[in-house]
């Protein structure tokens, strides 16, 4: 996995990185022993980027990539716009590259094998050290928890000191883990109103970690994410559509 924000590079990261970076690309493209996936992360300051971007690297001969999207800042509604817009762009370049190609190099837009409400796999199959041998969830809480050692929520999530959890990991497991289980997209909200009433809640995947680190409680989405994943729901399923025509017409 390979962190490259294609077009956009050089204005969040440093500068003259772009070059560099696409250098490094081809090289690997040349180790046939090495798979090559991409990773691209857009803002609202660099979402105008977003398809040219994604359609730079697989014109690169890059197999698989995936795009994030940071909501750490707010999206305001022109930001959304220019997302909804740019998704729209990438809906048609990925069709006509699968009419060509017959494949989908973009992963956020091949189907998914499991459907139902999404929840957060933190401690159920994974778990994260930290350099202080501090036990997670995942590589996100001990981010997030910073500087609030002294919450009660920490103490829900924390699953204590390497030894100790070594030595008494079969009582605090399934303690600890049972609080993790609660964080599925069926038990947050989002402004004020539960994720359960929306039409969309067995396609909406929020990682309620990375939402608060935005600004939120743990499990409250912000008002922005909500939108964007509505957004990204409905080209994914206009992408789905023209493929399946595609493949009829076949």
Known sequence: MLSFDGLAQDILRKKGSFKKTVSVVEEILNCPDIDLEVNSVFTPTTVDYLSESIKFIIDLGVPSTNFSLSIIKPWNQASLQKLENEMIKLVKILVSNFKRKGNIPVENFREESDTGIFY?????????????????????FPDYFKGKERSPEYQKFYFGALDDFIENHKNIYPRISSNYARLSVDNFSASGLGCFLCPELE????????????????????????????????????????????????
């Open 203 to 250: 396609n909406c995947e929020a990682c309620p970690i990375n939402a608060s680190f935005s600004g939120n409680p743990l499990g409250e989405m912000p008002s922005h994410l909500c939108k964007i994943q509505k957004i990204k729901i409905k080209e994914k399923e206009k992408f789905r559509i023209e493929i399946q025509k595609i493949q009829v017409s076949s």
């Open 120 to 140: 957060c796999p933190a401690g159920k199959d994974r778990m994260t050290i930290t350099p202080d041998e501090e036990i997670w969830g995942c590589v996100l």
